[in-house]
């Protein structure tokens, strides 16, 4: 099982501020890494796939990189909606895997 | 819109079995773009991928509960089912049904997920 590790835990942003999130995989996963955003009481909603495309609706603000076993979600200017939990999740082996989470709390 | 929808009951004792089904409203389960998936999150923890059925009734499991879990299509009535057999409280979390496209993308549509309580 590919085992996938996000950092920090939590991440404590200002509005307008940028934040960067982290993930890495325990081995190569090429691009078939997504991210979502989990607020309290609700599901995940997709936000990138294949690494670094944004989902539909997703705003331009956020934005991914990386491949292999690095990944990095980038929000250019946090808006007080972003505020919430982000993971990362492969999906190059069985059984897709899920990182533990990011939580981006107001500075 | 496509929308999924779980359903079930709430509490099951232990060592019993969690029956879930998820309705897809809006689109078609039997189009063949799409594979259908079961993930659970324990409160104030992180996801767990349990496993994901195709129209055709093929599947793929997570190995950590292979042994106890069933996923299920019924296209006749749009829906996909799961069934976790042998029951814990560690098996207490909530659980969503998503869809996960054949082509490129992840998991693009979720349920709202339901709350499973294992308690006696």
């Known amino acids: 099982e590919i085992v996938m590790t996000q950092s920090p835990a939590t991440l404590s942003v200002s509005p307008g501020e940028r934040a960067t999130l982290s993930c890495r995989a325990s081995q190569s996963v090429s691009s078939n890494l997504a991210w979502y955003q989990q607020k309290p009481g609700q599901a995940p909603r997709l936000l990138i796939y294949?690494?670094?495309t944004r989902a539909t609706g997703i705003p331009a603000r956020f934005s991914g990189s990386g491949s292999g076993t690095e990944f990095t979600l980038t929000i250019s200017s946090l808006q007080s909606e972003d505020f919430a939990v982000y993971y990362c999740q492969q999906y190059n082996n069985w059984p897709f895997t899920f990182g533990g989470g990011t939580k981006v709390e107001i500075k | 819109q496509v929308q999924l929808q779980e359903s079930g009951p709430g509490l099951v004792k232990p060592s019993q079995t969690l029956s879930l089904t998820c309705t897809v409203s809006g689109g078609s389960i039997s189009s063949g773009s799409y594979y259908w998936s079961w993930i659970r999150q324990p409160a104030g923890k992180g996801l767990e991928w349990i496993g994901r059925i195709y129209t055709s009734g093929s599947t793929n499991y997570n190995p950590s509960l292979k042994s106890r879990v069933t996923i299920s299509v019924d296209t006749s009535k749009n829906q996909f089912s799961l069934k976790l057999s042998s029951v814990t409280a560690a098996d207490t979390a909530v659980y969503y049904c998503?869809?996960?496209?054949?082509?490129?993308?992840?998991?693009?549509?979720w349920g709202q997920g339901t709350m499973v309580t294992v308690s006696s």
């Open positions: 998503a869809r996960f496209p054949v082509g490129p993308g992840a998991f693009d549509i």
């Open positions: 294949g690494a670094s």
